[in-house]
Nanobody
Framework: QVQLVESGGGLVQPGGSLRLSCAAS????????MGWYRQAPGKQRELVAT???????NYADSVKGRFTISRDNAKNTVYLQMNSLKPEETAVYYC???????????????WGQGTQVTVSS
């Protein structure tokens, strides 16, 4: 089994910062890309940022220059530093990872349970 556990969400004022973490654990042979997505009430889940195992990153246009994704491959952990947060970025933030489990040959997508980020004064 594989688990992704997120942490770091919470309530922050507009313009504030938060740092999300997501640790993958279990029967993991290899992790390819890891990323963060978010889903606001009544909206579809959307990409926030991704990072490959080599450190290549991709960001949604709306967060470029304010959010930074990083990862620690030794800890199977991905981070999202969020600065200058806006009220419209209130959402549940989900961690995603492409993982090959021991005994398997292909990557599968795994998701965390989500962490709530609320940006409000």
């Amino acid at each position: 089994q594989v688990q992704l556990v997120e942490s770091g969400g919470g309530l922050v004022q507009p313009g504030g910062s938060l740092r999300l973490s997501c640790a993958a654990s279990g029967s993991i042979f290899s992790i390819n890309a890891m990323g963060w997505y978010r889903q606001a009430p009544g909206k579809q889940r959307e990409l926030v940022a991704t990072i490959t195992s080599y450190g290549s990153t991709n960001y949604a246009d709306s967060v470029k220059g304010r959010f930074t994704i990083s990862r620690d491959n030794a800890k199977n952990t991905v981070y999202l530093q969020m600065n200058s947060l806006k009220p419209e970025e209130t959402a549940v933030y989900y961690c995603n990872a492409q993982i090959i489990r021991y005994g398997f040959r292909s990557y599968n997508d795994y998701w965390g349970q989500g962490t709530q980020v609320t940006v409000s004064s």
